[in-house]
Structures are given as structure tokens and as C-alpha cells.
């Protein structure tokens, strides 16, 4: 049996994307920027395709939309520009997680050799941020919250409202890396007071290579890509047009179909939940239910994450030991660090991440392999009968 289990690392193309992206290769590949009618007719589409992604997030206005290469250039803008963009006016502090995107910690560590000064604010045990936390942290010359949606790794669902309101009180920027959430989770800018919110496609079986940054009006964005006019002088670079319009069927289709696909998929992760449980000393990593509803983290001690990835490959099941931006490290994962799980079980970890394809025979499947595998890796490994024998403590309960 084939199992695909690993779409937060990447979704396949849906059939409504993939036959849009066809379509718009074929008739609407003309560069919006030109005034011929190809091109006129390519920016209809573009403006079409605006006005999809600002309703599923309940934007204000279509011009709030810009397009990107995927949540990653996101990222970088949104940060770079609420830093830059305050730094005039007195404000030189960021905060954000420690468990935030490699996109979101790799430019707030390059912020910091530019000379600005960031919290990073660690979760509690069950990986949600407390927004006291995020109060206490906030300061005068604070310019940017940056907590992500929902985290890649472990799924835990931030308190994004919340932390919202408060930054809106505080008089302080929001943004959210919302890659894993959108078209997953409901979401609503204005409500939730998010300020400026990171997307990526191919998390939503879209295509990869695009996304899009959402920047309330009135927020001066700073571009990061120089050369040309396009995205109102915001972001440079001759329009995917094609891709964009993939793009937002995709979004669109996931969106309209969200609340059954929660349903679905939710009901396929509390069976993968329930059935690893069995396992002896292992651990479900995150929150219970303020989890992503496809997002499946297990630790199991005494043995390596890696080991079990290539066998259950072995087996035909496709997973991850943690974010595919980070796999060919050796490290543990940061964001399991960052909650307080000890290394030698951060090691020990897989994720499987679900999406409506599932099915519960497939589940079922991966279940009893993982258990088999487990045992055999246990079974010959001398660590583990240390920890059999007494001579080592267990770091997980039985």
C-alpha cells in the first residue's frame, strides 16, 4: 500500500487547480503589465484571482493582496518591513516564537546583526504561546508580534485573536505565518485584528512557487525584490499568472469546503492518535485539540526519528521527522526543543500530516507498521536495553 502522509510538507496539485493551471497556460499567459489584450485579459484574471484570496481571509479591500513566490519571501517582507519601516519612529524591538519557521527566525536573526533587538518568547509544554506571555514581552518601542497560525511541525494552534486584540490595544503590528493554516482553519483578518498574514499554495494542493503576503492598508511594505513596477511597485518580477490563478481555485475550493474537510480529516487524526497510543513510552507532542486537524506528532523513545522514516518508507508510507525546510539536518527539532521535550526523545519523533486523500484503511495501515517497526528497532537496540535492564531512567511514561 501507497501512503501519503506528509502534506505539510507539501500538498499534491488538486484536479480543479491542476485544470485551471492548464487552462490559464493555454489562454491567459500574457504579462499583465502589457497593454495588448492579452495582457489586458491576463490582468482580469489576476484581478479575479485578488479578489478570491481577500474574501477567504476576510480582507478589507483586494489591494491588501500581494503576490508571492510562496509564505517564505512572505515572511521576509512582512518582517523586514514592519522593522525598517518603525525603526525611524523609535521602535526597534520584535517579538516572536522560538518555534516560528526557519523564514520567520533566520530574518529575525538577520535583523538582529542590522541592530534591532527580538524576544523570542518559548511555549508552554503543549506548544501554545500564553498571551500574557506576549503582554509581558511587549514594550514602548516594540514595532512587530510575529507568532505563527498554526506551527509545521507539531500543529498546535496559536491564540491568534487574542494575541490580535492585544496588539491592537498596544498599538503594536500583528503578523501570522498562516502557511499551514489557511484553507485549513477559519480565518478572518479583521476580526482577528492580523495586520499582515504569510501564505503558500502547495500547502492547499495548489501549485508550488506561489503565495501571497496580506498587508493592511496603510502598512508601508519594503520591497525585497527590486527590478521592475509589478504589485504596485511592491514586489518585482514578471507576474505568474498561471500559477496565481491555480492558486486561488485552490484556496478557493478549500475554503468552500472547509468545514467537511475539518470534519474529515480531524476524524482520521484521533484514529492515528488513538491507535499509536498503545505504544509504550511514547508521546503525543502538542495540544490535544488545539491542533491542526490532519497534524499527527509522536515521540517514541529509543529510537531514531530517522530510522523510522526510511523503513515505514520502506513499507510505502511517506512522513517526516519534523519540517521538510529543515530535513537533511541531523539536529532535533527546534520546535520540540522549544517545548521542553529532551533531545534523546526529539530525536525519537515522527510527523504525519493528513489531508482529506486519507482514508481510514490507510491509517489503520500506517498504525500496525509503525508498531512492528518500533518493536524491531527496540528489540536490537542497546540503548533500549539499558533502559529494560534499569541501567538508564526512561524520559517518557509507560
Known amino acids: 500500500m501507497k501512503v501519503y502522509a506528509d502534506n505539510a510538507a507539501t500538498t499534491y496539485l488538486s484536479k480543479t ?9 493555454d489562454n491567459y499567459n500574457g504579462n499583465p503589465n502589457s497593454l495588448h489584450s492579452d495582457g489586458q485579459l491576463a490582468q482580469e484574471k489576476l484581478d479575479e484571482a485578488r479578489e478570491v484570496v ?42 516572536t516564537l522560538s518555534i516560528e519557521h526557519h523564514a520567520v527566525l533566520h530574518t529575525m536573526a538577520r535583523l538582529e546583526k542590522e541592530g534591532f533587538e527580538v524576544t523570542y518568547l518559548n511555549p508552554q509544554s503543549d506548544g501554545i504561546v500564553a498571551v500574557e506571555d506576549v503582554r509581558d514581552a511587549i514594550r514602548d518601542d516594540t514595532a512587530l508580534v510575529s507568532i505563527m497560525f498554526a506551527n509545521n511541525e507539531m500543529g498546535a494552534i496559536q491564540p491568534i485573536a487574542e494575541i490580535g486584540a492585544l496588539c491592537k490595544e498596544k498599538g503594536v503590528l500583528f ?90 480529516v480531524a476524524a482520521l487524526r484521533d484514529r492515528l492518535i488513538e491507535g499509536l497510543k498503545d505504544i509504550p513510552y511514547s508521546k503525543l507532542n502538542g495540544d490535544a485539540v488545539k491542533r491542526l486537524p490532519g497534524n499527527v506528532n509522536y515521540s517514541f523513545e529509543g529510537v531514531e526519528g530517522e530510522s523510522l522514516l526510511l523503513s515505514l518508507d520502506n513499507e510505502g508510507i511517506c512522513c517526516s521527522s519534523g519540517s521538510a525546510c529543515t530535513s537533511e539536518s541531523l539536529e532535533p527539532s527546534h520546535v520540540l526543543l522549544g517545548m521542553g521535550v529532551p533531545i534523546e526523545i526529539a530525536h525519537g519523533s515522527l510527523r504525519f500530516s493528513l489531508d482529506i486523500n486519507n482514508t481510514e484503511e490507510e491509517i489503520d495501515y500506517i498504525v500496525e507498521k509503525v508498531k512492528k517497526i518500533i518493536a524491531h ?19 517518557l511514561a509507560e
Not at 481571509?57 to 518582517?79: C, R, V, W
Not at 528497532?377 to 538508564?392: A, C, F, N, Q
Request: glycine share 10%; hydrophobic share 40%.
Open 54 to 95: 481577500a474574501k477567504c481571509i476576510n480582507a478589507k479591500k483586494p489591494n491588501e493582496i500581494y503576490f508571492t513566490s510562496g509564505g517564505s519571501e512572505a515572511d521576509n517582507q512582512a518582517l523586514i518591513s514592519a522593522a525598517k519601516g518603525l525603526k525611524g519612529k523609535g521602535k526597534n524591538h520584535l517579538i
Open 377 to 395: 528497532y527496540r528489540e536490537i537496540s542497546p540503548y533500549w536495553e539499558d533502559l529494560k535492564t534499569g541501567k538508564r531512567k526512561h524520559c
Open 175 to 264: 503578523h501570522t505565518d498562516a502557511v499551514q493554516a489557511v484553507a485549513h482553519l477559519p480565518i478572518d483578518v479583521q476580526e482577528m485584528n492580523i495586520d499582515m498574514l504569510s501564505l503558500s499554495a502547495h500547502k492547499f494542493h495548489g501549485p508550488k512557487g506561489v503565495g501571497v503576503l496580506y498587508a493592511r492598508n496603510g502598512i508601508k511594505l519594503i520591497n525585497v525584490i527590486e527590478g521592475g513596477a509589478q504589485e504596485r511597485g511592491k514586489r518585482a518580477g514578471t507576474i505568474n499568472v498561471p500559477g496565481i490563478m491555480s492558486m486561488a481555485a485552490a484556496l478557493k475550493d478549500g475554503c468552500d469546503n472547509m468545514e467537511v474537510n475539518m470534519k474529515k
Open 17 to 25: 487547480a491542476r485544470e485551471v493551471l492548464i487552462d490559464a497556460l
